[in-house]
């Protein structure tokens, strides 16, 4: 059973930084493909970054809106991935999921309960 659990989710100032962790279950974490998505109010759920899973060389993606700003990385020894956000701004306002592509791949298939992220203008 793999369970996902998502951290450090707050209130920051528009041009401040945040880091969330997303802790996982499950003994072969290093091999799922991990993904960071976020829904804001009144707007549909949005793909934010999806780092790979082991396998060959790293492979990282990232959402236009945020590249250059938001780094994904995953830490095998502590089942864990996180996502650093730099200069935030109100745009970024969201609650923010953690998903895993554990049984089929490229379907992200087991998701965390969210962490809200606000900006402050």
């Known amino acids: 059973q793999v369970q996902l659990v998502e951290s450090g989710g707050g209130v920051v100032q528009a041009g401040g930084s945040l880091r969330l962790s997303c802790a996982a279950s499950?003994?072969?974490?290093?091999?799922?493909?991990m993904g960071w998505f976020r829904q804001a109010p009144g707007k549909e759920r949005e793909f934010v970054a999806r780092i790979s899973g082991s396998g060959g060389a790293t492979a990282y993606a990232y959402a236009d809106s945020v590249k250059g700003r938001f780094t994904i990385s995953r830490d095998n020894a502590e089942n864990t991935v996180y996502l650093q956000m730099n200069s935030l701004t109100a745009e970024d306002t969201a609650v923010y999921y953690c998903?895993?592509?554990?049984?089929?791949?490229?379907?992200?298939?087991?998701w965390g309960q969210g962490t809200q992220v606000t900006v402050s203008s």
């Open positions: 998903a895993a592509q554990v049984d089929v791949p490229g379907r992200y298939d087991r």
């Open positions: 499950g003994r072969t974490f290093r091999s799922y493909a």
